[in-house]
């Protein structure tokens, strides 16, 4: 059996929404095939929980000693939100070392990551997305210039951070240099994004030895401003699965989303966030490690799809392990 280092954690605000992630695929890993294990990773060094307890992770070869017995990771599933799984940063440290592991590799992962980077590469394939201007610093900002341009409300984001905090919705020119500096402290360069209003729809595609899968969309209705991280994660929306759009229009999202996973060359699984404005889908985001704990998006997929959890990842294993 490939003993599995499912890495979670990391050092983002988002540890322990990854450790719950990170948990959901552990118990749905089949045993007979696979001996997972949680990885945590935080800036001390990495630890494997191993039946109960935790033992130092070895970073040059990937191996940890229980009772004098030398475990050595086979495979890796890194399942960290942000910094450092999300944005490649241990793709990159896996590919040098040469250890197999079951996530977009670095160069993919890093350009998914970066708001700014991965929305202006989409639109060099026409895709839609909204006007935005990147800011590499919070000072000698011009906000009557970026309120012309964009208008208001419009969206201040950490452009480098899979984070959900930093983001504010702006509503006036008061409002925006507190929101900017909000998002400097979450991240090192910030994108300001107009507001766009339609129906936000999200669809999670994965590879398998079949092809490629869209699975059914889901609608997004939050109580909050917008789908920030309370309604992500604190039960703040409601997530309608199919999405309340035409099949027509279902079928064009899951097909862009489909060529957005291929054009960013993702593997695994990824989940597309798009505003539907009129008919046109226009992405928001693009998220290669989102949210797999009970309450998220991508488990509520699979379960109208009718795809069991284990199925879903024996799948994929299979598919990136062969």
């Keep these: 059996m490939k003993n599995v280092g499912i890495f979670c954690g990391g050092f983002s605000s988002e540890y322990e929404i990854s450790v719950k992630s990170a948990t959901t695929i552990l118990n749905n890993l089949p045993r007979s095939i696979y001996n997972p294990f949680l990885v945590y990773v935080d800036r001390s060094g990495w630890e494997a929980e ?71 590469f989409l639109k060099n394939f026409d895709i839609k997305v909204a006007d935005s201007i990147l800011l590499l610093s919070a000072e000698n900002v011009n906000p009557d210039e970026i309120i012309s341009q964009l208008g208001l409300p419009c969206f201040v984001k950490p452009a480098d951070s899979g984070s959900s905090y930093g983001i504010s919705k702006v509503y006036s020119q008061e409002e925006l240099q507190p929101a900017i500096t909000a998002a400097f402290e979450e991240g090192k360069t910030v994108v300001i994004e107009s507001f766009m209003d339609g129906i936000e729809v999200t669809c999670g595609v994965y590879r398998s030895e079949t092809g490629l899968v869209a699975l059914p969309c889901t609608e997004i209705i939050s109580e909050t401003d917008f789908f920030d991280y309370e309604a992500k994660y604190l039960g703040k929306s409601k997530e309608i699965t199919p999405a309340r759009i035409s099949a027509e229009l279902t079928a064009s999202i899951q097909e862009q989303a489909k060529k957005i996973y291929s054009l960013l060359q993702l593997r695994s699984i990824a989940r597309i966030d798009f505003i539907i404005i009129g008919h046109a889908p226009h992405v928001i985001e693009v998220n290669t490690t989102p949210g797999f704990s009970s309450e998220s998006i991508v488990p509520k997929m699979l379960k109208t799809a009718g795809i069991p959890i284990t199925d879903f990842w024996t799948e994929i294993y299979a598919y990136e392990t062969k």
């Design 50 to 120: 191993y039946n109960g307890v935790k033992y130092r992770v070895s970073l040059e070869d990937f191996s940890f000693l229980v009772d004098s017995q030398k475990i050595t990771i086979d495979l890796a599933h890194v399942y960290i939100h942000g910094n450092p799984g999300e944005n490649g940063k241990l793709q990159a440290y896996f590919e040098m070392k040469q250890l197999p592991f079951v996530n977009s590799n670095a160069l993919s992962s890093e350009l998914s990551f970066d708001k700014w980077f991965c929305n202006q």
